[in-house]
């Protein structure tokens, strides 16, 4: 660990010793000191400041920082729990635990739910069940009809809401998408059960496909 802590590292922002957050997380203290290596690299691809700002986080994730993905804005949006624009070390680290193989299925579930919920109502609305698949087509490319769109959209809607009060609870959610596991299948970062061997295949301008991430 003496090496680990010649690079400074108490002097990134929002720093925490590793063996805290191991205790926190699934990860252990190794793949927490493997996150810290990843967490610089991402965090001085643009601005060299030790925090991961939006375009950054996009770019790391998206590989892409000037298009704007509703889906990246909604997950750095959540990773930002202290609500000051940019993600942190600790922030990172809990964060990316959703994402764990070995993480419960109740909180990958959770996290989506939040992911959906544009507004942070604590329900999904119709509106925001609309945006959120028109941006999931858009960044898979895939162009349908306005009609077809719409048809999508209301069956979703239909058979998620079960009380037919015109929103989904958190409650209403999870019996949907344990009807519909696809769902929350990009919760789950395959690589991230073996952080300190695969991170470095997840680095800024890495040449690793999207369909390996």
Known sequence: ??????????????YEEPIILAAETLFSVSEVEALYELY??????IIDDGLIHKEEFQLAL?????????????VFDIFDYKRN?????????RSLGTFHPNASVSDK?????????????????REELREMVLALLHESDVVLSEEYIEMIVN???DDADKKGDGKIDLDEWKEFVSQNPS????????YL?????????????????????
Not at 62 to 74: C, I, P, S, V, W
Not at 85 to 93: A, D, L, P, T
């Open 40 to 45: 610089k690299k991402i965090s001085s691809s």
């Open 1 to 14: 660990m003496g090496c680990f802590h010649s690079k400074s590292p108490k002097h990134t922002p929002g």
């Open 183 to 190: 769902l929350i299948k990009n919760m789950t970062l395959p």
């Open 109 to 125: 579930v959770s996290f989506a739910f939040r992911v959906y919920d544009l507004r942070s109502t604590g329900f999904i609305e």
């Open 193 to 213: 059960k073996d952080i300190t061997l695969a991170f470095p295949s997840f680095v800024v301008g890495s040449e690793v496909e999207d369909s390996d991430l």
């Open 155 to 157: 069956k979703t809607f």
């Open 85 to 93: 624009g940019v993600i942190e070390f600790g922030e990172f680290v």
């Open 62 to 74: 998206f590989r892409n920082r000037n298009k704007r993905n509703l889906f990246a804005d909604r």
